[in-house]
């Protein structure tokens, strides 16, 4: 069976990886290939997005090298057919959007995402909430699309109705179907929104996902 997504990228933040110990997180490592398909970027710019040092980025890139995902050179760095091909199926899972403020937020930047085919895996949110809060966010909060809307997945009680600015921006945005998870994320800056996004979606993808 090939190497699918979770698999590809948790044994790259694994400790008993080829290389030094990874200074980096997980939320690093994804947003780090989020960067690199949308343009080939150079490590000193890829280092300012993500905010770690260069020591710190210059592991990162070694580990992606190691594994055939991406290729480094004076360039910049740019996904291989293998980069590419785990990153289509991450961006085939996730789905993020920044969002403005409404009921469901509770600091200064927002972000929401959303991960296919995942509320079956979702018991409270709880978990979710404390996999941001561990990646820096402020909070989260775990919704659900069942039968054609927005649910909490504690009470079934419709988001539209205790929360309609929410409702709208994560229908508008993020256009939800059937068996869809939605994490909406606080923080007090943009980069920990992201990290703490990236976290709690990353606790909904199971190793069933994937082939």
């Known amino acids: 069976m090939p190497t699918g997504l979770k698999e590809t990228i948790e044994n790259l933040v694994c400790e008993k990886a080829p290389g030094p110990t990874p200074s980096f997180s997980l939320p690093d490592l994804l947003r780090a290939l989020e960067l690199i398909a949308d343009k080939s970027i150079g490590r000193n710019k890829l280092a300012q997005e993500l905010g770690v040092g260069e020591g710190t980025v210059r592991t990162l890139i070694g580990r992606l090298r190691n594994t055939d995902l991406i290729t480094a050179s004076k360039a910049g760095c740019s996904l291989t057919k293998k980069g590419l091909k785990i990153w289509k199926e991450y961006a085939a899972t996730f789905k993020k959007t920044t969002m403005e403020k409404n009921e469901l937020t509770f600091g200064e930047y927002n972000v929401a995402v959303l991960v296919r085919k995942s509320a079956s895996h979702v018991s409270t949110g709880i978990e979710q909430r404390d996999a941001a809060v561990m990646a820096g966010a402020r909070g989260a909060t775990t919704v659900l699309f069942k039968t054609g809307r927005l649910v909490f997945p504690s009470s079934d009680n419709d988001v539209a109705h205790d929360s309609?600015?929410?409702?709208?921006?994560?229908?508008?945005?993020?256009?939800?179907?059937?068996?869809?998870?939605?994490?909406?994320v606080s923080a007090d800056n943009s980069r920990k929104a992201e990290a703490g996004a990236i976290a709690a979606a990353w606790t909904l993808l199971k190793d069933n996902n994937h082939s």
């Open 164 to 184: 309609p600015q929410a409702s709208s921006q994560m229908l508008k945005l993020l256009k939800p179907e059937g068996g869809d998870a939605i994490i909406v």
